[in-house]
């Protein structure tokens, strides 16, 4: 993860999100729609998703 993504995020730092699966950062009922984005991305696909993920700091933000 950059630095805009841990800022858009609202995490800390690094630390407290490295050696986690992205998909882990989202709520079951996102997970699909993140995997599906991960899969497209490495078929060299371009693709979007959008989710509810809630940031680190607990405020309510969608991806």
């Known amino acids: 993860?950059?630095?805009p993504g841990v800022r858009a995020m609202e995490?800390?730092?690094l630390a407290d999100v490295q050696g986690k699966?992205?998909?882990?950062?989202w709520p079951k009922a996102g997970q699909a729609a993140v995997?599906?984005?991960i899969d497209a991305a490495l078929s060299?696909?371009?693709s979007r998703f959008s989710a509810?993920?809630?940031a680190a700091s607990k405020?309510?933000?969608s991806r």
């Open 1 to 3: 993860m950059n630095d």
């Open 11 to 13: 995490i800390e730092t």
């Open 21 to 25: 699966k992205l998909i882990s950062l």
């Open 35 to 37: 995997q599906n984005g």
């Open 44 to 46: 060299d696909c371009p």
């Open 52 to 54: 509810f993920c809630p």
């Open 59 to 61: 405020s309510n933000l």
